[in-house]
C-alpha cells in the first residue's frame, strides 16, 4: 500500500508535459491570437512549414490544404508558420496572412504567427526540428515531418510539393506507424 502510494505521489508530481514529446513541447499563438499547445498534436503525424504569401512557392497551400483534407481524419495536422525570413515575402501582419490564406486558399489546417525560423533567433519549435534533421529551412515552405512518436522523421526542401510521391508515402508511413 505505501508503496502505490509513494508511486501515485511521485505519478502526480510529474509536470503534466511529461507525455509530450520535447519536439512539440511549445506554447504559440495562431495567426488569430489564440494561445496553443503543441502538445495536444501529441501521438498524431505533423507536417510543419514555414509559409510565406509573395513567394514563387505559395501556390503550395492548395496542395497543403488537399494533403490536409486527404489524411487529418488519420492523425494528419498540416502546421503552417507564417516567416518573412527569406526575401521579406511575407511582409504582412498576422491578420493579413489569415485573410489572405483563408481568401486565396481556403486553408483550413492550423495557421500559427508568423515567426523567425532560421537562424540563432529562431523560434524554439524550428530550433529542435532543424537540430532534429541537421537541417534548417533555406526558402519558403520547406517541411519537416513529425512521426506519432513526436520525432522528426524527414526534412523536405521547398522544391518537394506537398503532392511529391516522397512526401505523400512518409506521410502515409508515419500514419501507418503506431
Do not use: I
Not at 78 to 104: H, I, K, M, Y
Amino acid at each position: 500500500m505505501r508503496r502505490l502510494l509513494a508511486t501515485a505521489l511521485a505519478l502526480a508530481a510529474l509536470p503534466a508535459t511529461a507525455a509530450c514529446p520535447a519536439l512539440l513541447d511549445h506554447r504559440v499563438t495562431t495567426l488569430k491570437g489564440a494561445s496553443a499547445d503543441l502538445c495536444g498534436y501529441a501521438g498524431k503525424v505533423v507536417l510543419v512549414v514555414n509559409t510565406a504569401s509573395y513567394c514563387g512557392y505559395t501556390g503550395q497551400y492548395k496542395g497543403l490544404e488537399s494533403l490536409y483534407e486527404r489524411f487529418r481524419d488519420r492523425g494528419l495536422v498540416v502546421l503552417g508558420v507564417p516567416s518573412n525570413d527569406f526575401g521579406s515575402q511575407e511582409p504582412g501582419s498576422d491578420a493579413q496572412v489569415a485573410e489572405f490564406c483563408e481568401r486565396t486558399y481556403k486553408v483550413r489546417f492550423p495557421m500559427l504567427s508568423k515567426a523567425v525560423v532560421s537562424g540563432p533567433q529562431a523560434a524554439p519549435l524550428y530550433r529542435g526540428l532543424a537540430g532534429a534533421t541537421g537541417e534548417a529551412p533555406k526558402w519558403n515552405f520547406h517541411k519537416y515531418l513529425v512521426g506519432r512518436d513526436g520525432r522528426a522523421v524527414a526534412s523536405y526542401p521547398s522544391s518537394v510539393a506537398p503532392e511529391d510521391p516522397r512526401l505523400v508515402g512518409a506521410v502515409e508511413k508515419a500514419l501507418a506507424a503506431p
